[in-house]
């Protein structure tokens, strides 16, 4: 793409209607693919449709949604849409109960996503002469193998260093000149801790620029605690395994949002009540269709995830649409006496008192047959023992809480190092509430 800010210049600026014939060309096609899988055929049968009734972008609405349930379901194979020996490699998600979620990739689909997550590297203004270390689980998780790719096809050196060890991602980041990082947020805030006890200052010390967090829930808040931590940009990156992995959104330098490539997906976002489609800047579930997907294309997946469109063009150039960032998957939402609460807006309300570190755990009980919510944040490094002043703080942060989430939370301020990291996604509600 030589010194073009796209790195795909003919798919990235394209106009509204040329994404949107684009679309419909490749929505067809799609479903006509679809047509080789049995669970495709049984679902269509149901649905009373064939491929011939898809002559619009709209009429995608007259398709079937799918769920992960579908995946579970049909696993591990049955979704499959090409054969076998076809397919090339196996990603799987975690699943805590049941049978996990398996998603196949032919050649081509490697390839198309490597195209994905490199295009959003280049967007954020890398090059080959980059270093780029990917900081993220490998193995299963996607958003290892899934950058690794993504970066070599960019054609930056990347460094495969994998989730943990601290004091090893820090010698590599000086000396291999490591310029940019991929990694979860709340690993990126432990790796900067560990830096400040080893004494190195990131700014001064390393040649970093760009991080590409994402992979949970963060915000903005927690953006620009990392940015001004670590003297970079930071930028957010939405990736899941049912849609490849990392590359399916991502923000551009403007950081008003992620574009989700429509180019690769259709993206709907709907009432998950209703399943009726919600206005532009209203709050619904994101659902998306795979366009050019060989192994397993998905149809109106109903990802869970909460978040809402902002806009369809942008001062960057690119007119594929901006949603915001996620709120939460619906399943994180809790009801706590009545009111919806997402773990996010307790973050907001934490990362703006300076007195406070990065880590936090909300723990919700029962007692005396009324829900209680409790939350242990970690102090600054510049933990004080004054008992006055952490009164105050606490009263402040409950105060502030309350605002936000209407209800009165019980807050604990802890010593920094207290509570537990996880190597992944970090885990930030725990529930002990009683089932009745
Ligand atoms: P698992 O399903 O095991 O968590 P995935 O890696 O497929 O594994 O997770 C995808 C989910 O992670 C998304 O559906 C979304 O909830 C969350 N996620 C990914 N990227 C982001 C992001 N940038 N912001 C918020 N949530 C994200
Ligand atoms: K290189």
Redesign the pocket.
């Known amino acids: 793409p030589g010194e073009s800010p796209f790195f795909n210049p003919e798919r990235e600026t394209m106009s509204r209607e040329q994404i949107e014939a684009f679309q419909l060309e490749r929505l067809k096609e799609t479903v006509r693919h679809c047509m080789n899988n049995a669970f495709y055929q049984k679902k269509f049968k149901e649905a009373g449709i064939t491929p011939d009734d898809i002559q619009t972008l709209a009429d995608v609405r007259k398709l079937p949604f799918t769920t992960k349930q579908d995946l579970r379901e049909t696993y591990p194979f049955g979704m499959c849409c090409v054969p076998m020996r076809d397919c090339v490699r196996l990603h799987s ?3 805590t109960t049941g049978n996990p979620t398996v998603i196949l990739h032919t050649k081509k689909d490697l390839d198309e996503w490597a195209n994905q997550v490199a295009r959003n590297l280049w967007m954020v203004g890398l090059r080959p002469d980059d270093v780029f270390q990917n900081s993220s689980g490998y193995g299963m ?3 290892g193998l899934g950058f690794q790719y993504g970066a070599e096809k960019l054609g930056m050196l990347t460094v495969p260093a994998a989730a943990g060890n601290s004091l090893r991602q820090i010698k590599f980041i000086k000396d291999f000149g490591t310029t940019a990082i991929h990694a979860v947020p709340s690993y990126v805030t432990r790796l900067y801790e560990v830096m400040q006890e080893q004494g190195v200052d990131p700014r001064r010390d390393t040649k970093l620029k760009v991080l590409a967090i ?5 915000s903005e808040e927690q953006r620009k605690r990392i940015e001004d931590m670590m003297g970079v940009k930071a930028y ?7 849609m490849c ?1 990392p590359g399916v959104g991502f923000e551009c330098p403007e950081q008003n949002g992620l574009h989700f490539w429509e180019d690769y997906y259709i993206v709907e976002i709907v009432d998950p009540e209703t399943l009726e489609p919600v206005p532009d800047g209203e709050i619904g579930e994101l659902v998306l269709t795979t366009l050019c997907r060989e192994a397993m294309p998905l149809l109106r997946y109903r ?3 909460l978040t809402r469109v902002l806009g369809r063009s942008c001062p960057c150039g690119r007119n594929h649409v901006r949603l915001d ?2 709120r ?2 619906s399943d994180d939402m809790m009801v706590l006496r009545g009111v919806n609460i997402f773990p996010i807006q307790i973050e907001k309300i934490l990362m703006q008192f300076k007195e406070l570190g990065n880590n936090y755990l909300i723990t919700l009980t029962t007692d005396e047959d009324n829900d209680n919510m409790t939350v242990e944040v970690e102090l600054a490094e510049m933990f004080t023992d004054d008992y006055n002043r952490l009164q105050q703080l606490s009263k402040d942060i409950t105060r502030a809480l309350k605002d936000e989430i209407l209800l009165t939370p019980r807050v604990k301020l802890v010593p920094r190092g207290t509570l537990p990291v996880s190597e992944g ?1 970090a885990v930030r509600v725990v529930d002990k509430r009683k089932v009745y």
Not at 214 to 218: D, Q, T
């Open positions: 998600s975690s699943g998780f996607t958003g994402g992979a949970e829930p963060h957010n990156s939405f990736g899941m395994s049912e992995g990802t869970r995830d960032r996620m939460g998957r996604k």
